[in-house]
């Protein structure tokens, strides 16, 4: 079986300030590891995905994140918050042999 | 389409009416989810769609809830005898490919659901 946990239902920050969105995974086979964002009254959009290849990946709107393996996480991180990235955030893991899981989210608020 | 459509957008219903919620896929996309999103929630999953597969309906919460999809695109998703603790958005997505796990799935807008 696989699972998300999502650390901290609620995280605010300051504009301008780091954004860390924590993000641990279980899996009994290599995972694929994905975030999204949902922006109020609006479906989930992709922000980035890391499907084995480099272990730092690249997403939109300045977001990255890091795989560990050896931690089994997977973090969300943004160097300078903008007001726009208030929203909920949901980390997820897929694998071959199962379906796309969901994290509880987190709601991110940014402080002006 | 250029997404994944769900129709309606907002359905108010009765409690103990029967609800059709349907998603058209992105076309060309073999896999198809449901999941659903209650206030203050993470997303459950409902129902999972594969090319010509059985469909794994392992996360349906009881027998009143049903979906199918017809000549491997649009799917309904129905809910009979609706309750209030059906209340919810029903999400869902789309993917293309076999069962290749790194596949970007992508979500339609939702069907937001309220039971009175």
């Known amino acids: 079986a696989q699972s998300v946990t999502q650390l901290g239902s609620h995280v605010s920050v300051s504009e301008g300030a780091l954004v860390l969105l924590r993000c641990n995974y279980s899996?009994?086979?290599?995972?694929?590891l994905f975030w999204y964002v949902q922006y109020p009254n609006q479906g989930l959009q992709l922000l980035l995905k890391y499907t084995s290849a480099a272990t730092l990946v690249k997403g939109i709107n300045g977001f990255e994140a890091e795989f560990k393996k050896s931690e089994t996480s997977f973090h969300l991180t943004k160097p300078s918050a903008h007001m726009s990235d208030a929203a909920e955030y949901f980390c997820?893991?897929?694998?071959?042999?199962?379906?796309?899981?969901f994290g509880t989210g987190t709601r991110l608020t940014i402080i002006p | 389409g250029a997404g994944v459509s769900q129709s309606p957008s907002n359905k108010v219903t009765e409690k103990g009416k029967d609800v059709e919620l349907r998603c058209d896929p992105i076309?060309?996309?073999?896999?198809l989810y449901w999941y659903r999103q209650s206030l203050g929630q993470g997303l459950e999953f409902l129902i999972y769609?594969?090319?010509?597969?059985?469909?794994?309906k392992s996360g349906l919460p009881s027998d009143r809830f049903s979906a199918e999809r017809t000549g491997g695109s649009v799917s309904t998703l129905t809910i009979q005898r609706t309750q209030q603790e059906d209340s919810a958005v029903y999400l869902c997505?789309?993917?293309?490919?076999?069962?290749?796990?790194?596949?970007?799935?992508?979500f339609g807008e939702g069907s937001w659901l309220t039971v009175v």
């Open positions: 997505a789309s993917r293309s490919g076999g069962e290749q796990g790194s596949d970007t799935i992508y």
């Open positions: 769609f594969q090319g010509n597969s059985a469909p794994d």
């Open positions: 076309s060309g996309h073999t896999a």
């Open positions: 997820a893991v897929n694998s071959w042999t199962e379906k796309l899981t």
């Open positions: 899996s009994s086979v290599p995972p694929y």
